[in-house]
């Protein structure tokens, strides 16, 4: 699909340095992904492990969290962006309560960073904070999320400005100012959500 290029997210592609990737190709089947760091705020036992993508004609390595907990997270290693994007495709595949998929950016430790997230269950893309181990609300709106189906999730931010945009379309633009200064960039769940990721890129703008 292809995406219109406006405002932040033009400033944001213009001026991006420091671009971070990651299809898990370096990292061994059934095993965690290398140069990353999982855990989870809150409690649970959240398994996150690079996979083969399963019904696809030519598969790729995919990182799948298929564990349970509060907030799954998995954040890249050395990536410390204030000012920049980050982008992920995933796939909600399963899940009672969610089928959830997530980015995190300015992420500083298990209990402080931003957080996008769009969920088949509820059919919304929502924008967080997490503070002290808390998910706040910051907003949420309606928007497609076909279970089951690849998902392409953005988020491009400049000092307190944040635009979440999902399969190319923007759901959410506004000033917020909770999280602020560097941190890591990485991918998110919630609950009891099977998620596939693949296709991981962060970057600093200059």
């Given amino acids: 699909m292809k995406r219109a290029v406006t405002g932040i997210t033009m400033a944001a592609l213009a001026s991006v340095a420091c671009a971070q990737g990651s299809d898990f190709e370096d990292t061994a089947l059934d095993a965690p992904p290398t140069h990353w760091h999982c855990g989870v705020t809150g409690s649970g036992t959240p398994h996150w492990i690079v996979t083969a993508e399963q019904g696809s004609a030519t598969p790729g390595k995919v990182l799948l969290q298929n564990g349970q907990g509060t907030y799954p997270w998995c954040v890249k290693d050395g990536t410390s962006i204030t000012d920049g994007f980050v982008e992920t495709r995933f796939k909600?595949?399963?899940?009672?309560?969610?089928?959830?998929?997530?980015?995190?950016?300015?992420?500083?430790?298990?209990?402080?960073?931003?957080?996008?997230?769009?969920?088949?269950?509820?059919?919304?893309?929502?924008?967080?904070?997490?503070?002290?181990?808390?998910?706040?609300?910051?907003?949420?709106?309606?928007?497609?999320?076909?279970?089951?189906?690849?998902?392409?999730?953005?988020?491009?931010?400049?000092?307190?400005?944040?635009?979440?945009?999902?399969?190319?379309?923007?759901?959410?633009?506004?000033?917020?100012?909770?999280?602020?200064g560097p941190g890591a960039a990485g991918v998110w769940t919630k609950a009891d959500s099977v998620t596939a990721f693949s296709h991981f890129h962060a970057g600093s703008r200059n």
């Fill in 92 to 180: 909600p595949i399963a899940g009672r309560d969610d089928q959830a998929g997530g980015v995190v950016w300015r992420w500083k430790n298990a209990a402080n960073y931003y957080v996008a997230r769009a969920n088949a269950l509820e059919s919304n893309v929502s924008l967080y904070y997490v503070e002290g181990g808390r998910r706040k609300t910051i907003k949420y709106t309606d928007a497609p999320v076909a279970a089951a189906s690849w998902h392409t999730l953005r988020v491009d931010f400049s000092g307190t400005h944040i635009s979440v945009s999902l399969d190319g379309k923007r759901y959410i633009e506004l000033d917020d100012s909770h999280i602020a």
